[in-house]
T-cell receptor, first 116, second 111 residues
Framework: DTGVSQDPRHKITKRGQNVTFRCDPI?????LYWYRQTLGQGPEFLTY????????KSRLLSDRFSAERPKGSFSTLEIQRTEQGDSAMYLC??????????????FGSGTRLTVV | GQQVMQIPQYQHVQEGEDFTTYCNSS?????IQWYKQRPGGHPVFLIQ?????EVKKQKRLTFQFGEAKKNSSLHITATQTTDVGTYFC???????????FGIGTKLQVIP
């Protein structure tokens, strides 16, 4: 297992188009997180899965954003009708954990989205 | 929502000098994590602190969790050019499984 994989590494899209990103977590990890990071800022939480269940979604997240994790393995993040403000690095992370216990996250290399 | 404040945002040090970054919260934290992000890279997990007053060391790095579990610090002794990057604290509270990241401290080491 080589860690968390994200695809694509870079995506340039025109405003109004839909985009989808994929994340393959570490296989032993049951938790999967999506974060967004802009220049000079810390990662901002978007959503979180435990196995296949989406347990939390940021209230700041527009309805244009949706994420899935079918069968509790890989995850996809889709952004519909992209806007220039969506330009950012989208980071996926995975970790193990049970109940309220928490462990460190392993991040992927991210997908850099540019909306033109 | 929960926020963690991190200071300073930027720090330039001469190689060999020490460096400290601080993380503060207005609420009691369940635990705190520290990450390092190299320029152009992604955050890499360094350590997690859980217990009140906990101190952990990793070579030249010393991590501390406050007695009240509302603040934490990362101290690097005798910085090296390989320490360059942004150091983030990330914390959760109230039983939430996600962590909230601070804004980070960007460390520059002058050789």
């Amino acid at each position: 297992d080589t860690g968390v994989s994200q695809d694509p590494r870079h995506k340039i899209t025109k405003r109004g188009q839909n985009v989808t990103f994929r994340c393959d977590p570490i296989s032993e990890h049951n938790r999967l997180y999506w974060y967004r990071q802009t220049l000079g800022q810390g990662p901002e939480f978007l959503t979180y899965f435990q196995n296949e269940a989406q347990l939390e979604k940021s209230r700041l997240l527009s309805d244009r954003f949706s994420a899935e994790r079918p069968k509790g393995s890989f995850s996809t993040l889709e952004i519909q009708r992209t806007e220039q403000g969506d330009s950012a690095m989208y980071l996926c992370a995975s970790s193990r954990g049970t109940g309220s216990s928490n462990y460190g996250y392993t991040f992927g290399s991210g997908t850099r989205l540019t909306v033109v | 929502g929960q926020q963690v404040m991190q200071i300073p945002q930027y720090q330039h040090v001469q190689e060999g000098e020490d460096f400290t970054t601080y993380c503060n919260s207005s609420t009691t934290l369940s635990n705190i994590q520290w990450y390092k992000q190299r320029p152009g890279g992604h955050p890499v997990f360094l350590i997690q602190l859980v217990k009140s007053g906990e101190v952990k060391k990793q070579k030249r790095l010393t991590f501390q969790f406050g007695e009240a579990k509302k603040n934490s610090s990362l101290h690097i002794t005798a910085t090296q050019t390989t320490d360059v990057g942004t150091y983030f604290c990330a914390a959760n509270s109230g039983g939430y499984q996600k962590v909230t990241f601070g804004i980070g401290t960007k460390l520059q080491v002058i050789p």
